[in-house]
């Protein structure tokens, strides 16, 4: 028995992954819909920031249980480093797109702006990208192509976040002529640079699945 705890424990970290993976992806589903130029109503909006708090304190026990492996595993499917990069890189996704949605909330605003519906549409294709990816890095050597290609796409996202973070600042104050305008510009400045904020942390977690392509492919 004590053995055993030498043993890597591939499944349950690359299960681990898949899970936050799949948080993340259902938590930019969610911010998708809070931020349609529909919008929704009080009660709603209400809900659906609460199950983003549900889905972060959900990526929180997964990063848990991950780091509890790493504390009983002595030989580990992939380098310690790698595993703890690529844990909190998954976490950060989740917790700032519930940022933004306790922030849109917050603040007010009303119906949300073309603008940040097309965030996250971003968002939602990078994680969906995101959460391809990960199951394959339990076969990294299978599948370096595929992977690639992958990270090159959540560059590309990640790229189109920062054009349209300029292009939205560009035109933030356009019009603007009361202190009330001003006010609403400011909280949507924040929201915007927030919202590309999470592009960012995809980005970080293509950074740490192109390390492990380069160090096991």
Known sequence: MVL????PKDEEFFGFFTDAAANAAEASAILARILDPAGLDED???RQVGHLRALEHRGDEISHDVFRALHSTFVTPLDRDDIQHLTTALDDVV????EVGTRFQLYRLGAP???ASRF?????EQAAAI?????LLERVTKHPREIRDAVLTIHRLENEGDDLLNQ???GLYDGVTEVPQLITGLRWGELYQLLEGITDSGEDVADVIEGILITYA
């Open 44 to 46: 709603d909006l209400a």
């Open 131 to 135: 959460q391809a990816v990960v199951p």
């Open 113 to 115: 702006t073309e603008l």
């Open 120 to 124: 996250s549409r971003i968002i939602v």
């Open 95 to 98: 917790d700032r797109i519930d």
């Open 4 to 7: 055993s705890r030498f043993l």
């Open 168 to 170: 939205a600042l560009a």
